[in-house]
């Protein structure tokens, strides 16, 4: 039986776990992804960006007590991404 | 072997994700996010313990032969309205994520308390009595809703709570609401409040 091919930028872990992040809360800042993925800055920030160039997730450059804040959001390409890629893994483990 | 001991290995490690690992990154993500509420028991507390001591405050003043004049009420809203702000300014900026359900709370609260102002003030305006009874019945909307929201069953009781003694209210004795307030408070507001602090220091620790 064919599988569906996996999203290769879903198909990271990092990137899989911010995702996750984002689908569960509305929005999610930088320091909110960090302390849940445990991940070092420099990584996070690299993925954040493929994720943003991709158009799965919206990134806005804030402020938050003097000190620039990033938030992240999930975008409807983004959320129905996730969602084929969960189902595709669902129909690889059913198989 | 992939062995999720650490949160640090997602940082590390690139692709060559098995189904079972993905389904496990994203389960753990999500239980993580579930940690990420905002915590609302400090409202419920506040504004029980204020709330009563203000039915209280009148309720010995107009034994003492004063009558009614809303002062107590007064100065429970602007002690209560200050301190909110104040933490939840403090909690919004700790606060690194919010859900569609923060909000929802949020939007709730905010609609609650824009109702109650003009109905005490449409009360005191218009000379229709006392508001004891539509506040215990307006109060118990938003409280059940959150309570359902969270699916916390000490809130949606003590919203139930406050809509019974409510329309109970209505064809008692002015002197028996005092008492009717202040149980609604209490087992509305107060005890709810305090379990809900109990769950929300125990979710964050775990």
Same mark, same amino acid.
């Given at each position: 039986m064919?599988?569906?091919?996996l999203d290769p930028i879903l198909h990271n872990q990092l990137r899989l776990a911010i995702m996750?992040?984002?689908?569960?809360?509305?929005?999610?800042?930088?320091t909110f992804l960090l302390e849940k993925t445990g991940a070092t800055r420099g990584n996070l920030s690299v993925q954040i960006t493929k994720l943003k160039e991709a158009g799965y997730i919206h990134v806005q450059k804030t402020f938050k007590e003097n000190y620039p804040n990033t938030v992240c959001r999930i975008s409807p390409k983004g959320l129905k991404a996730f969602?084929?890629?969960? +189902?595709?893994?669902?129909?690889?483990? +059913?198989? | 072997m992939f062995i999720f001991a650490s949160f640090n290995t997602i940082a590390t490690m690139e692709t060559n994700l098995t189904p079972e690992q993905s389904l496990r990154v994203i389960d753990d993500?999500?239980?993580q996010a579930k940690r990420s509420f905002h915590r609302i028991s400090f409202y419920f507390l506040l504004w029980g313990v204020l709330l009563i001591a203000a039915m209280l405050a009148e309720y010995i003043m107009t034994r003492m032969g004063n009558p009614p004049h809303g002062?107590?009420?007064?100065?429970?809203?602007i002690v209560g309205g200050v301190i909110s702000s104040i933490h939840g300014a403090r909690e919004g900026k700790r606060e690194g994520a919010s859900t569609a359900m923060d909000r929802v709370i949020l939007w709730l609260w905010a609609a609650f308390v824009i109702t109650m102002l003009i109905t005490i003030v449409?009360?005191?305006v218009?000379?229709?009595g006392t508001p004891s009874g539509s506040i215990m019945v307006l109060t118990g909307l938003p409280t059940f809703v959150s309570g359902q929201l969270m699916r916390f069953k000490p809130l949606i009781v003590g919203g139930l709570l406050f809509w019974v003694l409510g329309a109970f209210s209505y064809f008692v004795d002015p002197g028996v609401i005092t008492w009717l307030y202040i149980g609604a408070m209490l087992f509305g507001y107060v005890i709810p409040g305090y379990l809900l602090k109990r769950q929300e220091d125990g979710?964050?620790?775990?």
């Open positions: 064919a599988f569906a091919p996750s992040l984002l689908v569960a809360v509305e929005e999610g800042d930088f969602e084929t890629y969960v +189902k595709a893994i669902k129909d690889y483990l +059913k198989n | 993500m999500i239980r002062a107590s009420w007064g100065v429970a809203g449409g009360y005191g218009s000379g229709g979710l964050r620790t775990a």
